[in-house]
């Protein structure tokens, strides 16, 4: 029974009416999830990332417009602006000769086999280190960068290494072969332009061609490390003598020195004796004349017996010959 009176059976309920179809609210619904998908597909062509290791180019309608570094940065949609990544903080390499990617370790003689200056055949692996330096060049100066620096370093290897001997090549000429590609090279990249700079090349490897050849160079190589035994012995027993020989030879200057300032002091003592006797001779020649002769004879003739003549002529009764001796005894005795 309803509220005003009625009953209600099961069989006389009302049915609900049905709501039409609201047309316009789903399209403007549907535009707006269109609209929403639109700009989030733009925000993500309008953004991209470069990391620490990159740089990217940017160009407008196909010309460059800027070079931009590590970050988020903000481009034109729709194909206006596009980019292009590249790793210029990431050094590369390039091996001539071998292969060490794969395993087992893959030669390469076509490029490693070579002929040096004395006509001799050796294999030289190459081991390249080289990084992008402009990435605007790398990217449009031409078509293969990798492959250009790849057949120059091919061509001045073999310049090099044709130009040294065999010895060089194998044994001590390697630095110098390693610097003079590498100037070669550089040198040549300078011109060109193609956005790589060379960074390191090293010689992985060098040897001859046969087993033969390969013994025969290492008894070298064992003889010129004896030899270089045999001089660092030698340089040692020189260091361990020199302090001994300097010792003596500053002995032997010091002496000399000493004698020689002795001879000074007996020339300037005999210089002096000599003034102090020309002194006495100019005051009294004749005695001091006579002095000197007696001293003379008496040195040049100690065992003869001297007399001296006090006689002033022939025929006289005084004594006229005196014993020198007796009086040089009376004037010590005295």
């Given at each position: 029974m309803e509220e005003n009176g009625t009953y209600r059976w099961p069989g006389n309920n009302p049915q609900p009416q049905k709501k039409k179809p609201d047309f316009r609210r789903a399209g403007r619904t549907a535009l707006l999830v269109a609209v929403l998908l639109v700009l989030v597909a733009l925000a993500g062509?309008?953004?991209?990332?470069?990391d620490d290791k990159q740089q990217a180019v940017v160009t407008t309608f196909g010309?460059?417009?800027?070079?931009?570094?590590?970050?988020?940065?903000?481009?034109?949609?729709?194909?206006?602006?596009?980019?292009?990544?590249?790793?210029?903080n990431v050094y590369q390499?390039?091996?001539?000769?071998?292969?060490?990617?794969?395993?087992?370790?893959?030669?390469?003689?076509?490029?490693?086999?070579?002929i040096t200056g004395d006509y001799n055949i050796v294999n030289v692996?190459?081991?390249?280190?080289?990084?992008?330096?402009?990435?605007?060049?790398?990217?449009?100066?031409?078509?293969?960068?990798?492959?250009?620096?790849?057949?120059?370093?091919?061509?001045?290897?073999?310049n090099v290494v044709g130009s040294s001997s065999v010895d060089a090549v194998l044994t001590d000429g390697k630095e110098n072969i390693q610097m003079q590609v590498k100037e070669l090279v550089?040198?040549?990249?300078?011109?060109?332009?193609?956005?790589?700079?060379?960074?390191?090349?090293?010689?992985?490897d060098a040897e001859p061609p046969t087993q033969e050849v390969i013994e025969a160079f290492?008894?070298?190589?064992?003889?010129?490390?004896?030899?270089?035994?045999?001089?660092?012995?030698?340089?040692?027993?020189q260091n361990a003598q020199l302090p001994d020989a300097q010792a003596k030879a500053d002995k032997l200057l010091q002496n000399a020195a000493y004698l020689k300032q002795k001879r000074i002091n007996e020339a300037v003592e005999q210089v002096a004796m000599f003034e102090a006797m020309y002194s006495e001779y100019a005051q009294n020649p004749g005695i001091t004349r006579t002095r000197m002769y007696y001293e003379a004879i008496s040195s040049v003739l100690p065992d003869v017996k001297l007399f001296i003549n006090t006689g002033s002529g022939s025929g006289s009764d005084v004594q006229m010959l005196l014993p020198l001796e007796s009086l040089v005894e009376a004037n010590g005795g005295n």
């Open positions: 062509t309008c953004f991209y990332t470069v010309q460059v417009t800027d070079i931009t570094d590590a970050g988020v940065h903000f481009k034109l949609p729709f194909g206006i602006q596009q980019v292009e990544k590249v790793d210029v390499k390039i091996e001539l000769g071998y292969s060490s990617s794969g395993n087992p370790y893959e030669v390469n003689e076509s490029e490693s086999t070579m692996d190459f081991f390249v280190e080289y990084k992008i330096s402009d990435p605007v060049q790398y990217l449009y100066s031409s078509n293969d960068p990798e492959l250009i620096l790849r057949n120059l370093i091919q061509s001045q290897v073999r550089t040198q040549i990249l300078q011109e060109y332009d193609i956005g790589l700079s060379l960074v390191d090349v090293k010689i992985q290492k008894a070298v190589e064992t003889a010129k490390q004896q030899a270089e035994t045999v001089i660092n012995d030698a340089k040692a027993y």
